[in-house]
């Protein structure tokens, strides 16, 4: 069974930095799409970022772009965001997920994955 488990999260001041670990265990598909998303109460879950593997292509919102940075280590068993020049309104609960086929068309949307993290909270203060 495939079990995805965030870690990283914490409180830190604008223009910090932050960088989220999501475990990945259990999964035996050779090829996979691998995400983040973030939540705040009362709003939709939206993406931030994703990685196709294998090519390890990635995709981000506009709204982070230039800023975070979604990779991988080399055995695909830990994915991770480094958050840099963070902003108040990055202060989300960030969760991991995963697709089981590495096909990247609805990276952003969260019904495209099959498997999802519990998050971990950021939290940035201005």
């Known amino acids: 069974q495939v079990q995805l488990v965030e870690s990283g999260g914490g409180s830190v001041q604008a223009g910090g930095s932050l960088r989220l670990s999501c475990a990945v265990s259990g999964y035996t598909y050779s090829g996979r799409l691998m995400g983040w998303f973030r939540q705040t109460p009362g709003k939709e879950r939206e993406g931030v970022a994703a990685?196709?593997?294998?090519?390890?292509?990635?995709y981000y919102a506009d709204s982070v772009k230039g800023r975070f940075t979604i990779s991988q280590d080399d055995n695909g068993n830990t994915v991770y965001l480094q958050m840099n020049s963070l902003k108040p309104e990055d202060t989300a609960m960030y969760y991991c997920?995963?697709?089981?086929?590495?096909?990247?068309?609805?990276?952003?949307?969260?019904?495209?994955?099959?498997?999802w993290g519990q998050g971990t909270q950021v939290t940035v203060s201005s």
């Open positions: 997920a995963a697709r089981s086929t590495p096909n990247s068309r609805g990276w952003s949307w969260t019904y495209w994955y099959d498997y």
């Open positions: 990685i196709v593997t294998p090519g390890h292509v990635t």
